[in-house]
Nanobody, 126 residues
Framework: QVQLEESGGGLVLAGDSLRLSCAAS????????MGWFRQAPGKEREFIAA????????NYADSVKGRFVISRDNAKNTVYLQMNSLKPEDTAVYYCAARSRYTSGSYYSPSDYDYWGQGTQVTVSS
């Protein structure tokens, strides 16, 4: 069992940066692939970024490639999402998720993740 808690969201201006954190409980954090997703009002939850258990490889959605960076610190049981050059269309609730090595499927599918945080709101104003 893994419990996830996101933090770091807020209201920023277009072009600003923001770093989200996701703290995980439990001793087996390093055994989980981690992902970030987001969901805007009226839209489906979409994949943003994923990072493997050891930190590489990392995968990104085309919409954030070159602007967002996912990283993890297994010693601190934490995964991060550094968001740069934010745009109004990045406005959404951001979720982190954990995926067991035993879970089949793909890193970009929300249904293939086992545990979710409660989400943190990111609002980008123009």
């Amino acid at each position: 069992q893994v419990q996830l808690e996101e933090s770091g969201g807020g209201l920023v201006l277009a072009g600003d940066s923001l770093r989200l954190s996701c703290a995980a409980s439990g001793r087996t954090f390093s055994s989980y692939e981690m992902g970030w997703f987001r969901q805007a009002p009226g839209k489906e939850r979409e994949f943003i970024a994923a990072i493997s258990r050891g930190g590489s490889p990392r995968n990104y959605a085309d919409s954030v490639k070159g602007r967002f960076v996912i990283s993890r610190d297994n010693a601190k049981n934490t995964v991060y999402l550094q968001m740069n050059s934010l745009k109004p269309e990045d406005t959404a609730v951001y979720y982190c998720a954990a995926r067991s090595r035993y879970t089949s499927g793909s890193y970009y599918s929300p249904s293939d993740y086992d545990y979710w945080g409660q989400g943190t709101q990111v609002t980008v104003s123009s």
